[in-house]
């Protein structure tokens, strides 16, 4: 079956690091994928797109990868903050007839001072 | 940020009472949908709809109904609130255009615990 897959454990990190996140998905090859960040207790916000023809996006200090033969994609928050500690998912479109998000578990971030 | 409205945030109930979740859009979006995620769990999705008079069911099996009347407002009830009702819900609006890109913009949530 098609499925996202993010890393459920984790990433702890000192300030002033790179965080690097990935987000896998199978059996699809999605026109484009998304990335949100929430935070305890509310709605995701949308943070980034990356289309399939695309091999990376930045915006301030967040970078996106998106590689379609290996079917994976990474965030980078570079200069990393103690304000950028939540958890970041990942989604994509898995079921074209449906045209809704299909969203990964997410992974959280901790940016220690 | 979002033009995307939940009510209430926080809501506490006795078993059995019916209870309905407000959610409203300003941006004119088609598509609309609600999740259920519980404190440190994934989102699923329970329900969504395509625009006036649309709704469907999402991926988890849930015993609450919603209607879509007005583009704007896409409300979610349940007739008799249990205590495994107890999650945080929440709203979501998109574009329904081609070319669009299904980009979700959520509401704060509700809080909901049923005692």
């Known amino acids: 079956s098609q499925k996202i897959e993010q890393n459920s454990e984790a990433l702890n990190i000192q300030e002033g690091k790179t965080a690097t996140l990935t987000c896998n998905y199978t059996?699809?090859?999605?026109?484009?994928l998304q990335w949100y960040r929430q935070d305890p207790g509310r709605g995701p916000v949308f943070l980034l797109l990356i289309r399939e023809n695309e091999k990376e996006k930045r915006k301030e200090r967040l970078k996106v990868t998106f590689d379609t033969t290996l079917k994976q994609s990474l965030f980078h928050i570079t200069a990393s903050q103690p304000a950028d500690s939540a958890t970041y998912l990942c989604?994509?479109?898995?079921?074209?007839?449906?045209?809704?998000?299909?969203f990964g578990s997410g992974t959280r971030l901790q940016v220690q001072p | 940020e979002a033009d995307i409205y939940q009510t209430p945030r926080y809501l506490v109930i006795g078993t059995g009472k019916k209870i309905t979740l407000e959610c409203s859009q300003t941006m004119g979006h088609d598509k609309m949908y609600w999740y259920q995620q519980d404190p440190g769990m994934e989102l699923h999705l329970i329900h969504y709809s395509y625009g006036v008079n649309s709704t469907e069911k999402g991926d988890l099996s849930s015993e609450s109904t919603v209607s879509r009347i007005r583009t704007e407002h896409f409300p979610l009830t349940l007739e008799s609130a249990r205590p495994s009702h107890t999650s945080q819900y929440l709203c979501a609006s998109s574009e329904l255009t081609p070319g669009s890109t299904d980009t979700q913009y959520f509401g704060p949530g509700t809080r909901l615990t049923v005692l």
């Open positions: 059996n699809y090859s999605p026109a484009y």
């Open positions: 989604a994509l479109v898995l079921d074209m007839g449906r045209r809704a998000l299909t």
